[in-house]
């Protein structure tokens, strides 16, 4: 009886995923030379981090991508398929402007073009010595880590939006948007064509251990170009506000943690009112979903 309550919840979660419009906006941001070098908090450890993340987008996009079109052609379901192209798309244009992000920080001095290369070198490392389902597995597990980030600023803060520079406050707004719309779309791909749930929470691990190690390697090779590294002051504000009694790891925990119960779907948590709102705020597109 619990294995049939629970397969009902998922299908209603999968009418909310089939429900999504996913439009591929086509974007140009502009990054003038006046952005100052802390353009988060206007502290250097936070902007470090998100830098960081910035540098390992586009190749990890063109990863997703590469990973979930190896699954197109047997995707039968004309919804998830439609739903496929525009993920691609999606993540395709984040890959672009993140490059374009990722440049203003080299002009500035920073060393985003070798962690950008490391990330490069782990994804082709992924590509040839990973099967096609761990390779999916990955960016499923990937998707997720991306969205509850992204639901931070949608749900969680969306007053913290407000603590980015003006110039770069848009293409994170975006990006949290676009990363919402499409949370569902790999793990729906998975679910339909491979189905194997344990797999998939230990790839989970694996992909979370990964994602920590890289990410800090390179926020702490940001930090050091920045000359901030040890400043105290810059650094316990930036630990307060990841790690505090309110701060981002423990506001998205629970979300994190959802992926490991068995009636998981990313639209579980069901952030549209506030992904809405934000869209109507920066694109004022009126609410479809």
Known sequence: MNALFQS???QDF???SASIDIPVRVMDFAFPDEIPEFWFNNNALLTMLLTALSSAFPDGER???HSVRNYQDKISDPIL????????????????E???????????????????????KMNRMLQQRFSLE???????????LTAILADYFISTAPQDLELFNTHVRKIWAWHAIEETEHKAVAFDVYQSLVNRPYF???VMLETTLSFLI???RGTTELLRASGKQRDLKELYQGFRYLFGKQGLVRRIGKHYLDFFSADFHPWKHDNRDMMNLLKKQYFNEELLN
Do not use: W
Request: with cysteine; aromatic share 8%; proline share 2%.
């Open 200 to 202: 998939l929470r230990l």
């Open 8 to 10: 009902k919840k998922i």
């Open 63 to 65: 990863q997703f991508i």
């Open 98 to 120: 993140h490059d374009a992000l990722n440049a203003m920080m080299l002009k500035k001095g920073y060393p985003v073009a070798r962690i950008y290369k490391r990330f490069k």
């Open 214 to 216: 890289i990410t800090s």
């Open 81 to 96: 398929l439609k739903q496929v192209r525009a993920f691609i798309g999606q993540e395709a244009h984040h890959g672009k």
């Open 14 to 16: 999968s009418k909310i």
């Open 134 to 144: 761990h390779q999916l597995a990955c960016t499923v597990c990937m998707e997720h």
